[in-house]
């Protein structure tokens, strides 16, 4: 069948029902590979067998491939569709053959360099990491024999060897306890009606009281976070002076202190602070461990600190670990970066979604203050996924196709930053969370506010405009075309709007029918200086030119700023590597129907190029073998067609997750951990973006401003403390020009009521730049 495997069938893919043969890949009009049996991969020529290899058989494989390929008239490119390779592979294989034979097959594939991580190597870093050498330290003891990338992985291995033997120890001792008790029982055993033991037996009572009888239940974090974190209790939180003795007063990264202190101006602490004693109280009642104050501080300012100086994820803590890194975090050691994942995962489990939510609300109502009509912009931003797991798809706009990921919805300001984040694992459209997302930024901002949505054209439609206007919520959008223009006769007498560089006419005149009986919506006519127009639909009783205004500044503001966000903060990070299984009743996407419907739609473009060279063959003088070709790709192109469309009432094109091929395979990432860590990405965006404010207008170049911030917030310095203040003197790269645009942002700072996280003195900062 030559069209069907033009048509794609014979690349492999599966299309349920189609011949029985859909699992049979043709290398030529007599050979084929058989996929059949996923374990053992057979060959056949002519319907005889000869030979068949498994998966990871490279060798066979590469055999039957110099076998298959000396036939004459063997095409590379189909040998490498058929066994699942490239054709650069086929080439070398039948090269490689010609020249050595087997042996050179056999020799191909005995490639790489010894195991480094050997027993010796094991058990070498094992007595260092028993000693309490540090990683760095143990990679220098060893030398240059392997890279601090396997010392860290031998490190691991060896806190999970003593995680378990700990766990066995103390069953142990737990054991021994309690037949040592059961002696004691056995051999001073009080007679009937004899008065209560006393001495040994009273003693021996009180201890079997304190022997636990049932197991420790398993937190979300390990039996070796106790340990780590009793290494970060109160303890070993230090004043300035104390940290400074241990990692020196000049510190590096030392202008992210003005990060961490507009963290806790903004409330972020505080909140977090809230939220883990609220869920510590909980866990108390549960008898269960939960995380210390000190813990969750130092946690959150190394993350702050890695995200800040363009680490973009958790593992940029990695990055704090210099000999000023105690004075930074203000800690008697660094702390790691799977210290902090292990924190923050526990953190996230109660708190995820109140912090951020809580968190949102305050960056709401500071953006509204004192507005009476409050502008957001709603947008949902594709997050591709590359990891090894099978996921949902997301449609990518920016690549023109579908590819695995999550949608991520996200409301700004009118200023174009950063809000609240709502991800949702289903992938649903911009339509299903306008309605809800409008009703908590009503219930956030209180009734006396009037919320105004703005979002593009993926929003705009007659039964979803009709929901939001009878919830009395406002919004401003394109129109879907296609839509009614004007006359340029109707913009004639208006007046020009400047929005940037363009300039714009609008009118209004007739409102929108939305049909269906749904109603009208307010319709703005606009029309640029090349004479084009938009058609804008509102529900608002604001002017005209401020809806239009706003419209129009959606793209500056939201758009950039995603751009922005996953390049300086890395929203699109998947943080959170933990997995679970997709909800089995959950309903997707059919994914063997949208691969029926893709077969098909291959088909039916076959059967318009046969139609097309039919069409152009030359009446005059025609060829019969032409024409008889295209006329038998005609019928099998049709044929085909019908027999696709028989299976089209057996494959639904939505179904629930366990009737699908992808039962048991689909998985999702749990939002929880991400969610934390994208509460500080927007809580940090914003004080970037207020900072930028000040900063901007200072700046020969004011949309170069974050980009100064940035080396700002890795500048270095030295830092001095006493018992009033703490003077931050800072030493950032630039030219003259923007070193004089950084003294008015420092007066800015100094004018603040900014203190450090943690400190109990509750000392003012004091910033102030050196210079050569």
């Known amino acids: 069948m030559p069209l069907a495997r033009r048509a794609g069938m014979w690349k492999g893919e599966t299309l349920p029902g189609f011949n029985g043969d859909s699992k049979v890949r043709y290398f030529s009009a007599h050979g084929c590979v058989d996929y059949t049996d996923a374990s053992q991969i057979r060959v056949l020529v002519g319907g005889d067998l000869i030979g068949a290899f498994a998966p990871k058989e490279r060798v066979k494989r590469d055999v039957l491939i110099a076998m298959v390929s000396s036939n004459k008239g063997a095409r590379c490119n189909r040998i490498a569709e058929a066994f699942d390779v ?43 990491f028993d000693r309490g050498v540090s990683i760095p330290k143990a990679h220098q003891a060893i030398g240059e024999r ?61 201890i079997e009281r304190q022997v636990p009888t049932d197991s420790v239940e398993q937190s979300s974090v390990s039996s070796g976070d ?81 995200l800040s100086i363009g680490k973009r994820c958790v593992e940029g803590v990695r990055w704090l670990d210099t000999p000023s890194g105690p004075t930074l975090l203000r800690r008697v050691r660094v702390i790691s970066a799977s210290w902090c994942r292990r924190v923050l995962a526990r953190f996230a489990c109660e708190s995820a979604l109140e912090l951020h939510w809580q968190q949102g609300t305050s960056l709401m109502n500071s953006a509204t203050a004192g507005n009476e009509r409050a502008v957001f912009y709603i947008d949902n931003h594709a997050r591709p996924y590359t990891g ?126 939305l049909g269906k009986g749904r109603g009208r919506v307010r319709r703005i006519y606009v029309q640029t200086e090349e004479r084009k127009q938009l058609s804008v639909l509102a529900v608002s009783d604001a002017s005209a030119k401020f809806l239009v205004t706003k419209l129009l500044a959606r793209w500056p503001c939201q758009e950039n700023q995603f751009k922005h966000q ?127 404010a000040w900063l901007g207008p200072e700046l020969p170049r004011p949309e170069e401003a974050k980009k100064h911030l940035a080396k700002l917030f890795d500048a270095p310095g030295t830092v001095r403390a006493n018992g009033k203040s703490i003077t931050i003197a800072l030493e950032p790269a630039g030219t003259d020009a923007v070193l004089d645009a950084f003294d008015p942002l420092m007066s800015y700072l100094n004018a603040l009521p900014l203190t450090l996280p943690g400190d109990p003195s509750g000392r003012r900062l004091r910033f102030k730049l050196l210079r050569k």
């Not at 339509?431 to 993926?458: C, H, M, N």
């Not at 060829?623 to 049709?638: G, H, I």
């Not at 028989?646 to 939505?654: G, I, K, S």
């Open 566 to 692: 996953n390049e300086r903060w890395g929203i699109n990070q998947l943080d959170g590597r933990r997995v679970e299984a997709y909800p089995p009743d959950e309903v997707i996407p059919n994914p063997a129907r949208r691969r029926l419907d893709r077969q098909l739609r291959i088909a039916r473009q076959a059967e318009g190029q046969a139609r097309r060279r039919l069409s152009e063959l030359d009446k005059r003088r025609p060829n019969k073998n032409k024409k008889e070709r295209y006329e038998q790709d005609l019928q099998e192109a049709r044929e085909l067609q019908r027999e696709l469309k028989a299976l089209q009432p057996e494959l639904p094109t939505h179904a629930p997750v366990k009737d699908t091929e992808l039962a048991g395979e689909l998985k999702r990432h749990p939002g929880e951990y991400k969610l934390v860590i994208d509460t500080l990405r927007v809580a940090l965006a914003n004080v970037e973006s207020d900072l930028a």
């Open 86 to 128: 490239c054709t650069e592979t086929v080439r070398m294989v039948r090269r490689t053959y010609e020249q050595d034979g087997i042996e050179g097959l056999a020799a191909r594939h005995r490639r790489g360099r010894p195991r480094v991580q050997t027993a010796e190597l094991e058990g070498e870093l094992f007595e260092l």
């Open 226 to 306: 106790d340990y780590d974190e009793r290494q970060c209790a109160a303890s070993e939180e230090l004043e300035i002076e104390e940290a400074s003795k241990l990692g020196g007063k000049r510190v590096q990264h030392l202008g992210t202190w003005v990060m961490l202190a507009m963290l806790n101006a903004l409330g972020l602490y505080a909140l977090a602070e809230r939220l883990r004693a609220k869920a510590e109280r909980d866990r108390a009642k549960q008898g269960k461990k939960h995380i210390g104050p000190v813990a969750l501080r130092a946690t959150l300012d190394a993350v702050a600190v890695a």
């Open 388 to 513: 090894k797991h099978a996921t949902r798809t997301v449609w990518r706009m920016q690549e023109k196709r579908s590819r695995p990921g999550v949608s991520d919805f996200y409301v700004h300001d009118d200023a174009g930053r950063a809000l609240v984040r709502i991800d949702d694992p289903s992938n649903g459209s911009l339509t299903d969370w306008l309605l809800p997302t409008g009703r908590l930024l009503r219930t956030a901002l209180g009734g006396d506010v009037k919320v105004l949505q703005v979002f593009d054209r993926g929003g705009a439609f007659p039964e979803y405009m009709a929901k939001l206007r009878d919830d009395k919520l406002e919004f401003v959008t394109y129109e879907r075309a296609p839509y009614r223009t004007l006359r340029d006769s109707a913009f004639k007498h208006k007046r020009w709007l400047e929005f940037g560089s363009k300039r714009y006419r609008i009118v209004e005149q007739a409102r929108k029918n």
């Open 146 to 206: 392997v890279s601090q990338t396997v010392v860290s992985r031998v490190h691991v291995k060896w806190m999970k060897q003593r995680e378990t033997s700990s766990e066995t120890n103390q069953q142990c001792e737990a054991e021994q306890s309690q037949q040592s008790l059961d002696g004691i029982a056995d051999t001073q055993a009080p007679e009937q009606g004899s008065e209560p033991p006393c001495g040994p037996t009273a003693a021996a009572s009180d």
